[in-house]
């Protein structure tokens, strides 16, 4: 699936951030006006726990770039275990997405803290960089008729 | 069809500065479901909510998302507003375009293309939702204090004053914890027992206070406000109804085993209280070292002389069930057990190698010299003791890599109270740093000093034998030099470790701790006394290590949250739980084990199934239990468990919309 990629393409990238940790770590990097590319829109979910693989799979059905799905640290959830359950489920979740043609890199889960702002910045920056390399990423349907 | 308002913030030129609000506003009217949209300089203002109402009733709205500074901000605010208008609080959304647009791009266009993307999710979640109502429970007004350390005994005298029923749990024998075999407190140099009995005989008499000493929490069900609570009343052989504690038993008691009180510097009996201003004042057996009991059944001289028959060889103990409306953690802390990881020190082979709380109990007046400073090996008076502060503390290799706080202070009040009981003795003290945070505190090491303390940086390596003496090798690091300090007696002040069971405790109440095992605070600077489970608090040095007056506000502050709970008569609760879809349910149970609070459970329900009836197992959720993780409806197989207010369909919306 050759895609040309038209300048200026920006890619749409969705990030699930948990409302304790990391969309605090985002709300953080505003306060302290860090800049991070624009192409990354926040989802606010409870606990990274929230997201049901299915949300993933939707976004790049529907042509998201890429996903990132943020929580707290390993051992500090608000929810006391919920991470844990994400870090597994997306542990297999990136097996499944490569077994459909999707270039697993395109999703990423972070832990990054409510005090981590700069540690958010970064992040997305970095995701950011990496999906733009990647190129857009085409809708299954699309790609079924390509 | 939804009719949703769109409002968009300028916040001055906070958001306008960077964001074209006209063009937002522009393109969020085309948003299929929007009837109206605006945009105001301050929304979260009296007439910016004002404005918001009007639209509200001019343009029929039955939902509205805002276009402002983060929810985590003014969420509450834009609820509150909505409770007096037509619309359920819950049917609101904002889509955060200061915090994650305006402030942190400086792209105009860009920035302006991301918050209409922002508002197209929230205006596209919104369509999705649902009208939610809180839900209300009744407040058991009696709290568990688990622990009767100071922390604990403050807590629960502070909750007995309000008004409300209390009750101490204690796995000891007597409440008072580490503070009362203290000797003397720091900076004042109070007398340690002098300050802490009165409390305790204060809780043991408050009418609204209930001890229950040698018992330990066995099981903990329910929620906020209704806990239900298994205790386990440990074989205490003596009834405490009859005893009056005359003490005869206790003197007559052949057997003599090691007293953990004193720090295993002398010996108590096994018929015995911990010390003699227990509280409660009643003797317990120790049935392990019982000749009665675990022995060859041949003594029951403490029965013989019983004037009262109190004792009761036959005692089982017993579970106890209370309900309770909150807990409060107080259990305090323990010392490393340091002979395991300090060989170099000996490892325990030396007896005049003494922890801080020995030394504690040897210069105590009730202790076991009656408080002259005497070493263990031979009981001379030692002449030169070296201090070694941090055993255990600051150290990754060999510890802990926090600081253990109190070591510092207490120090120094050893190094005091030695060269105030031996004139003609010498003490050194091995330091990393000296920590002095507190009132009066910094003052006392300067004091100390004066005094005549030998300050010396540095680590020792190794402690060894030689005659009579114990020779402690280190490092001058300010000299830069190898130092060496012959002593009569060395004293490690070793690390606050949380108390052994802990990890057993935070299980039964699901409560969260630290890598070292220190219960976890639900926020570490605006929530330290709550956990992350509420009705559940937490007290002292099970938290963290800290000192006496840290721990007593502490404590004090955890009864003021016990009360502002109790002062309810019902509790709201938060409506966005998880819920399930009988219909879709297949009882499958993967949601059980995803859920930290145990709110989970199933039940069998009677479904209509091609016109039979039949029973089915379906999953249930307890409403006050959840606290909306959603970590359920994540793994839910059937999408039949759902969180409300960010269900499967309000998600999808929002990922929809963004994809466009």
């Known amino acids: 699936m050759s895609v040309n990629i038209k300048e200026g393409w920006e890619p749409k990238i969705l990030a699930f951030c948990c409302n304790w940790c990391t969309y605090t770590g985002a709300d953080l990097a505003g306060l302290n006006r860090m800049k991070y590319p624009e192409n990354v829109r926040v989802a606010r979910v409870p606990c990274s726990s929230r997201v049901n693989p299915q949300f993933v799979i939707r976004a790049f059905q529907k042509g998201c770039d ?26 297999l979740m990136k097996k499944l997405l490569e077994y459909n043609g999707i270039d697993p890199n395109r999703f990423q889960a972070r832990w990054i803290s409510g005090s981590e702002a700069a540690k958010f910045r970064d992040t997305v920056t970095r995701v950011s960089e990496q999906i733009k390399e990647l190129g857009p990423n085409v809708k299954f349907r699309e790609g079924r008729w390509s | 069809m939804a009719r949703i308002g769109v409002f968009i913030c300028h916040c001055g030129t906070n958001i306008a500065g960077v964001v074209d ?71 609101l959304e904002v889509a955060n375009i200061r915090e994650q647009c305006s402030w942190v791009h400086t792209d105009k266009e860009k920035a302006t293309e991301k918050a209409i993307d922002l508002t197209r999710m929230a205006v596209a979640k919104v369509c999705k939702s649902k009208p939610l109502f809180p839900d209300s429970i009744g407040v058991t007004k009696r709290a568990l204090v688990i622990g009767g350390g100071i922390a604990g005994i403050q807590a629960a005298l502070d909750i007995a004053d309000a008004g409300y029923a209390v009750d101490i749990v204690e796995k000891e024998a007597s409440i008072g914890g580490h503070m009362v075999m203290l000797d003397k407190t720091f900076p004042t140099l109070d007398c340690s027992a002098c300050i802490s009995t009165p409390k305790m005989v204060e809780a043991g008499a408050h009418p609204n206070v209930t001890l229950r000493a040698y018992c330990e929490v066995e099981s903990v069900k329910g929620y906020v406000g209704n806990f239900e609570v298994d205790i386990r009343q440990k074989a205490k052989y003596v009834d405490h ?34 010390f003699p201003q227990a509280v409660p004042s009643k003797p317990v057996i120790d049935a392990l070292n019982c000749r009665k009991i675990s022995g060859d059944g041949k003594c029951g001289v403490c029965a013989a002389v019983c004037p009262l028959k109190a004792v009761n060889f036959e005692d089982k103990g017993e579970i106890i ?21 300090y060989p170099e020190y000996g490892g325990g082979r030396f007896e005049d190698v003494i922890t801080g709380i020995q030394f504690e109990r040897l210069v105590n007046a009730s202790g076991p010299t009656e408080g002259h400073i005497r070493r263990p090996s031979d009981g001379a008076e030692p002449k030169d003791i070296a201090i070694i502060k941090c055993v255990g503390s600051r150290d990754i290799n060999k510890g802990k890599a926090y600081c253990s706080r109190a070591c510092c202070m207490y120090s120094a009040k050893h190094a005091h109270q030695i060269l105030e009981k031996i ?26 000093r004066e005094d005549g303390a030998n300050y010396i940086r540095g680590r020792v390596s190794k402690i060894f034998k030689e005659g009579n003496k114990l020779i402690c ?22 690390a606050m470790v949380p108390a052994t069971d802990i990890s057993k405790l935070t299980g039964i109440l699901s409560i969260g701790s630290d890598t070292d095992g220190w219960v976890q605070e639900a926020h570490p600077k605006l929530r330290p006394v709550e956990t992350q489970t509420a009705g559940i608090f937490l007290a002292g040095t099970c938290q963290g290590p800290k000192d006496i007056p840290d721990t007593v506000a502490q404590g004090s502050a955890a009864a003021v949250k016990v009360c502002s709970l109790f002062s309810k008569v019902q509790m709201e609760t938060s409506p966005i739980i998880s819920a399930v879809d009988r219909e879709k349910c297949s009882g499958c149970e993967m949601c059980i084990p995803c859920c930290p609070y145990k709110a989970i459970t199933v039940i069998e329900i009677d479904m209509h199934e091609h016109g039979k009836k039949v029973k089915m197992n379906v999953s249930d959720v307890n409403s006050g239990l959840c606290q909306g993780c959603g ?30």
């Open chain 2, 241 to 274: 109804d009859t005893c009056t504690g005359c003490g005869a038993c206790e003197v007559k008691c052949p057997i003599k085993v090691s007293s953990a009180f004193n720090q295993g510097m002398c010996d108590r009996t096994v018929m015995y209280k911990p």
């Open chain 2, 631 to 660: 970590a359920c409806a994540g793994a839910c197989r059937s999408g039949a468990i759902d969180l409300k207010g960010y269900t499967n369909d309000q998600i999808l919306m929002e990922v929809d919309a963004l994809c466009l």
């Open chain 2, 321 to 341: 069930t209370e309900k309770y409306g909150a807990i409060i953690v107080a259990t305090g802390y323990e010392l490393i057990k340091w002979q395991d990881i």
């Open chain 1, 66 to 91: 890429g996903v990132l799905v943020c929580g707290c640290h390993p051992g500090d959830c608000h929810y006391v275990t919920g991470n844990y359950f994400t870090r597994r489920r997306f542990m």
């Open chain 2, 473 to 494: 090798k280190g490092e001058d690091t300010l000299l830069g030099k190898p130092v060496s300090v012959e002593a009569d007696m060395v004293i490690l002040e070793t």
């Open chain 2, 21 to 91: 609000v006209d063009e937002v506003v522009k393109a969020a009217g085309k948003f299929p479901g929007v009837a109206y949209a605006t945009e105001y300089k301050y929304l979260c203002s009296e007439p910016g909510q004002q404005t918001i109402k009007a639209a509200i009733e001019e343009h029929n709205l039955d939902r509205i998302v805002i276009g402002s500074c983060s929810p985590r901000m003014h969420e509450v605010t834009f609820r509150k507003m909505l409770m007096s208008t037509k619309i359920n609080p819950y049917m």
């Open chain 2, 423 to 448: 004139p003609d003795g010498s003490v050194h003290i091995f330091y990393m740093d000296v920590r002095t945070p507190g009132k009066g505190y910094e003052e006392f090491y300067d004091r100390t």
